[in-house]
């Protein structure tokens, strides 16, 4: 199947890297949400390459682990046509503790690093965290991850969030990205958290674009959940 032209934009004002407008959210093959099959997974990583997609979105979370490993198998041999992002911070958040255990900079550093052998390359284009709201873990994924880009294991950096406080702070420490969740179904994006990464040059990455599947015409009133 040839490849196909998709418009790209670049992944925030400053990170120097260029993704498809439409990227591959690997969320759901990891099997958070029922029963999934890989071969089925690796077709679809195929056919969104042959479609001209080069971002792939993955997390530690998704599948614990298992969309990481996957899209790192997809990956072998051809690393250079992938951009890919990961997440951390959620797996290892301590609910009765209340905030993440990545406690301290070499625990943060730790933590990527396996999600870089779990994708089998020893950098990411993007890592971002999973986060919810300010605490004293806070400054700890500013400092590492900056760190880490210095180290040449990550290209950009950023979050996954929805507050505009947080979305302030890590724009303010030179964040490149937002992911935040957005689609006609919801919509409380456009008021403040757009607007302000529109001004500050923040790049937004959309998840739920489809509404987990609502806006695709795959459910019908006859499905049962």
Request: hydrophobic letters at 40%; glycine letters at 14%; one cysteine or more.
């Amino acid at each position: 199947m040839a490849t196909r032209m998709i418009p790209t934009r670049p992944l925030g004002a400053g990170s120097g890297i260029e993704v498809t407008e439409v990227g591959c959210g690997l969320w759901a093959v990891g099997g958070h949400w029922g029963p999934t099959d890989d071969t089925a997974a690796l077709e679809a990583i195929e056919t969104a390459l042959a479609a001209g997609v080069n971002f792939f979105d993955t997390a530690d979370v998704y599948g614990d682990g298992r969309s990481e490993r996957l899209l790192g198998q997809a990956m072998r041999g051809r690393r250079e046509k992938f951009i890919v992002g990961t997440k951390l911070g959620w797996v290892d958040y301590n609910g009765d503790a209340g905030h993440s255990q990545y406690t301290t900079v070499d625990k943060l550093i730790a933590g990527v690093e396996e999600n870089l052998r779990r994708l089998g390359t020893d950098y990411v284009d993007l890592i971002q965290c999973h986060i919810w709201y300010e605490d004293s873990t806070t400054p700890v994924f500013l400092e590492g991850f900056a760190k880490l880009k210095e180290q040449g294991k990550v290209r950009a950096w950023g979050c996954s969030t929805s507050g505009l406080g947080l979305v302030k702070t890590f724009a303010k420490a030179g964040a490149d990205t937002l992911q935040i969740d957005y689609s006609i179904l919801n919509r409380d994006a456009e008021r403040e958290v757009l607007p302000y990464c529109r001004k500050h040059g923040v790049g937004v990455i959309v998840r739920g674009a489809l509404g987990m599947g609502l806006l695709t015409g795959k459910f019908t009133g006859h499905d049962k959940f």
